[in-house]
């Protein structure tokens, strides 16, 4: 045995071991449907289309649209650039870190429940206008980069600054992927808010059908200290600081005015009367009489033109409560009233929300030194302006690798950028041998029952590493390794985990830099399944190894196993994944070792060694009689009568779901098709996140190779 094989046979060899996609079965066991995530339909076209579009032209078309107002919504100071800062905002705004949901990727706000959001009043219009420039580009031009777009050209238009556009973002089908934003009875099952306007996380925002909170103040009482509190929580909610907060806030209230003509209110919603939707009860519903948010008036004196203005004014006078034309609390100054041109003409004070006031009130005294600084520095609020706009409108885009566009500035913090790959990369056929002597000559050995374990463990770590891949927003994934770091390793999912990082330490140390932990990581877990009695799984190398592992702050798993998971929970996590469910439920299959599940505290494994790669998980599951069994440390799972195997609940979960079980059965009658099919779902778990543009994957050939 050479000392390379040595090293690793003398590290210690236990690691918790549990597949992430898991859930429990709710009393009674009912059904759950329509969770499989349906994938935004880029046309093959699609990624040529964008490469090719003129993202000029489309910027010289908006800037003459933002200055021709038309009769049937006429733009406020002659100008619709304020109107398509909002529709940017609100497209953006609705992403939310607890699950990647939200954001203007996929262009969802056409759509219902999002179309209808009483903070979306009115947005309709602003599509309407684009359409013309839509319809011109076609394909290339996709609605959630249209938007995105406006709202930038009009910012600058007005003066003021943009850090960059990243474009390439995916317009969905229909609104599916918002259903569990809410309003809908699946945002009621799933995430609950007993209070609307007490919301709490996961939900994005304090009250669902607005971008983030009441705008009056809490439960619409106009406290200014109770509402700073909720904007720093929202705000948070998609991963936003206070000085981020801060220039959100005064960059987009430097623009436009509010709406609130009259008490009676915009009238139906899209969903509502979809033939008319909102046409304003106050007179003509339009100009001086619209109605969209309640409130009434600028923030600023010249609402058209980008400056710190917003935070003079908050500095500079006392504001008081009244209720405003609209029928809602807001703020006026206590004296002379500093005085904006009006939207079709005449003059108009200016006016704050409970919302703005609360930035000078919060309780922690965080917020009022920005508001100072920003408001006798405008260079650094547009810094701080720039960098959260873009932020905002590009979080839900994930790494700078999907951007396109001639104007995407460099990876970003909240992008989590990834050093380049070795220019020069090991020979894997020589990584692949050693992997394999030492898998092979561990089960050789006299501990053949824990060495022959160790393939089992490996495929575990492959699979906890990739499967923290989120499609909604594309984080997370094995590119960057950030299984070695913390949160990522101090999970209760990848408890041990690191022993078995260790005991691959020599592999990576006798090949150097130019096998990174994230290659060496997948192709152990491929070399694993191999000898385990797979197919041979093909290999694609390139990935690259994050220094920190901060990229896996917001992907701890809301399945892990315990008895208290739910089938809602499954599916909401098959939702997530990327995968369909075929490939969801197969890779269940993936061999587990006895060593891992007494890690987490259970006891024992369905396979009596954990190194069989077969269907024998599926035939496990359906001919046995499973009965509940608490293990030594308290763990509830499940027992098969007379043997000594065992389950979790989540396994069983598969048997309770009509859809899951066919499948199941699939794989039970037929080892082959389990073994072809498992090889292809690995490969692309795997690959997911090897991004090449917004719609390309830089290892499709590889997963070709795997499904063939």
Request: glycine residues 10%; proline residues 7%; contains cysteine.
């Amino acid at each position: 045995m050479n000392m390379l094989l040595a090293l690793v046979l003398s590290s210690p060899l236990f690691a918790a071991g549990l597949c992430p996609r898991m859930g429990t079965a709710p009393l009674g066991h009912p059904l759950v449907h329509g969770f499989e995530r349906p994938e935004p339909q880029a046309h093959e076209r699609f990624a040529a289309a964008a490469e090719g579009l003129d993202w000029d032209a489309v910027r010289a078309d908006l800037k003459v649209l933002f200055k021709e107002s038309k009769d049937h919504w006429p733009a406020d100071y002659g100008n619709y650039g304020p109107l398509f800062v909002r529709l940017a905002w609100h497209c953006s705004g609705s992403y939310r870190t607890s699950d990647g949901r939200g954001g203007c990727d996929g262009g969802r706000q056409r759509f219902d429940p999002e179309r209808s959001w009483e903070d979306n009043t009115n947005l309709d219009k602003a599509r309407s206008l684009l359409w013309p420039i839509k319809q011109k580009y076609g394909l290339g031009l996709s609605w959630g980069d249209l938007i995105i777009l406006a709202g930038n050209t009009a910012v600058q238009s007005m003066g003021g600054p943009i850090l960059g556009f990243c474009g390439g973002r995916i317009d969905a089908t229909d609104g599916s992927e918002s259903v569990e934003l809410g309003p809908t009875e699946e945002q009621a099952r799933d995430f609950p808010c007993p209070v609307n306007g007490k919301c709490e996380k996961p939900l994005g925002s304090t009250t669902v059908g607005l971008i983030y909170l009441n705008p009056e103040g809490p439960m619409g009482q106009p406290i200014p200290e109770q509402s700073a509190p909720q904007v720093r929580d929202t705000f948070g909610r998609m991963a936003m600081n206070d000085s981020e907060t801060v220039a959100l806030i005064g960059g987009g209230h430097a623009f436009g005015k509010t709406h609130g003509a009259c008490p009676a209110g915009p009238g139906p919603s899209p969903k509502e009367d979809p033939a008319n939707p909102w046409p304003g009860k106050c007179g003509s519903g339009r100009g001086t009489d619209a109605f969209t948010s309640g409130f009434e008036g600028p923030w600023t004196t010249n609402p058209t033109a980008w400056d710190n203005e917003y935070f003079q004014l908050l500095t500079s006078y006392t504001w008081v409560k009244h209720m405003g034309p609209g029928g809602k609390w807001q703020w006026k100054v206590n004296g002379t009233q500093p005085v904006a041109p009006g939207p079709q003409g005449g003059k108009q004070p200016t006016m704050m929300m409970t919302t703005d006031v609360s930035l000078t009130k919060d309780p922690t005294n965080q917020y009022q030194p920005l508001v100072k600084q920003f408001a006798g520095d405008q260079a650094a609020f547009d810094h701080a302006w720039m960098h959260a706009w873009y932020k905002l409108t590009s979080r839900d885009m994930g790494p700078v690798t999907r951007c396109l566009g001639n104007d995407v500035p460099p990876a970003q913090p909240f992008q989590y950028p990834l050093p380049s790959p070795p220019k020069s990369l090991a020979n894997f056929t020589e990584v692949r041998a050693v992997l394999s002597e030492l898998l092979q000559a561990q089960g050789a050995s006299d501990a053949a029952h824990s060495g022959r374990s160790l393939r089992a463990m490996f495929v575990h770590l492959a699979s906890q590493c990739a499967s923290t891949f989120r499609s909604t927003d594309y984080l997370g994934g094995c590119n960057g390794a950030r299984i070695r770091f913390s949160p990522e390793k101090d999970w209760a999912v990848n408890k041990g985990l690191q022993t078995v990082l260790r005991s691959l330490e020599p592999v990576k140390a006798k090949f150097g830099d130019g096998l990174t932990w994230a290659d060496l990581i997948v192709l152990a877990g491929n070399v694993a399944i191999e000898l385990a009695g797979g197919e041979a799984m093909p290999f694609c190398p390139g990935r690259s190894d994050a220094l920190a592992g901060e990229g896996s702050a917001y992907l701890e798993p809301s399945v892990d196993g315990e008895f208290n998971n739910t089938l809602d929970q499954l599916k909401l996590a098959l939702f997530k994944s990327g995968l369909t469910t075929r490939e969801f439920v197969v890779l269940s299959g993936q061999p587990r070792s006895p060593e891992l599940m007494r890690a987490r505290g259970f006891h024992g494994s369905w396979d009596v060694d954990g190194a069989a790669f077969s269907n024998s998980y599926f035939t496990a599951l359906l001919s046995e009689t499973w009965q509940e069994y608490t293990s030594k440390n308290g763990k509830k799972q499940y027992k098969a009568k007379g043997k000594d195997l065992f389950m979790l609940k989540t396994d069983l979960l598969l048997t309770y779901d009509p859809e899951f079980l066919a499948i199941a059965q699939d794989y039970a009658s037929d080892n082959e098709l389990f073994k072809k099919e498992f090889a292809a779902a690995w490969t692309r778990l795997v690959t997911l996140d090897r991004f090449d543009g917004p719609a390309g994957n830089a290892c499709a050939a590889t997963a070709r190779a795997a499904a063939e």
